[in-house]
């Protein structure tokens, strides 16, 4: 862990100052509960789009300005992840999550299930519903201690009527990142039963060595056959404010899905400054991406030193990939949810593991994008809590 940063001073009144979502919808707490960074903008990505304010390039999206971002990220893909992806398979959205409901809509049967390892990034539980789709959970195993998917689980639902996997790689919230045999075996299962899945990579940047993020449809023509990958620089350079992600389609008929009118429709989705944010960060980002990940891949291992030392009966794995710490507090003994009583009793804003389905209950989430000093005043206050809790006279 580098010994200190200029993150590490960023303080809790200037973040509030600031008033990014996190810390500003939960008044007086310590915001911990939404995938944002507390870390700015990387310079070249503020130089950008202040250029592009001064000329007043706020228009609609030219295609040269798209084209480039599309340009952008196939050579990302290629530098960062070996995968070789044509630029004019590069579409753009507004956001990962419209990248989901076109594909739930336009690329799969209508009436078919979804498929969703639990336990899950919120809206992958709540947004199918929406388009009138079942979901069926698939709760992952813990073997030695870590995740993995269920792959007997994902085969019976799949038999079950289950029509597309939802595959969240690097895995929010549990901070897996799956390795190629891992997505090989799932491509099989998927295969097997003539189903579809949509990879979300979008934080496919965050990974900490030595792993390595594989994207799934760059593992085999049959996985790129039957996948649609969505992916965007919002998570690791901290953007998703600007509204951009990119659609990566890996066949032909996939690409003649994307001509119909009402699917094209989507990428106006997507804003200028988006745009434009994402081909600088994918393009001269990465100096500042390498220091920021090295930064987390340090608050990573704080927060398990933190916990051993001040709230030991919490279980955590610090996550393979994502800023996000999976927290399992079931052995606490609280009564209800263990995120209320955190932020009624510690001031700590978390996000209650039973809202990623029911394989969450009892978790916490605890996004580790933020100042060490920050992590380690969570920690202070929820010990302090958990303290106070035991000196009560029974009632
Ligand atoms: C796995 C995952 N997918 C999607 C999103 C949302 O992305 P977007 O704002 O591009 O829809 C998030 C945000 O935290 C996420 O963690």
Redesign the pocket.
Known sequence: MSASHPYDAIGIDRLREIGSYKWSTVPGAIGAFV?EMDFGVAPVITDALKATLDDGLTGYLPPRVARAMAESCSRWQRERYGWEVPAERIRHVG????AMRVTIDHYTVAGSKIVLPTPS?M?FLKIPPMHDREIIEVPMLVEDGRYVLDLDGIDRAFAAGGGLLIL?NPF?PVGRVFTRDELLAVSEVVARHGGRVFS?E??APLVFAPHRHVPYASISDEAAAHTITST?A??SWNL?GLKT?QVILTNEADVETWAIPAVTRTEQGASNLGVIANTVAYDAGREWLDDTLDYLDGNRRLLGELLAEHIPAIGYTPPEG?Y?AWLDARSLGIDGSPADFFLEEAGVALTDGAACGEAGEGFLRFILATPRPIIEQAVRQMAEALARREERPAA
């Open positions: 995938a956001d990962v999550l419209t990034y809206p969240c929010n979300d979008i934080h965007s919002s998570k998703p992600a994502t996000i």
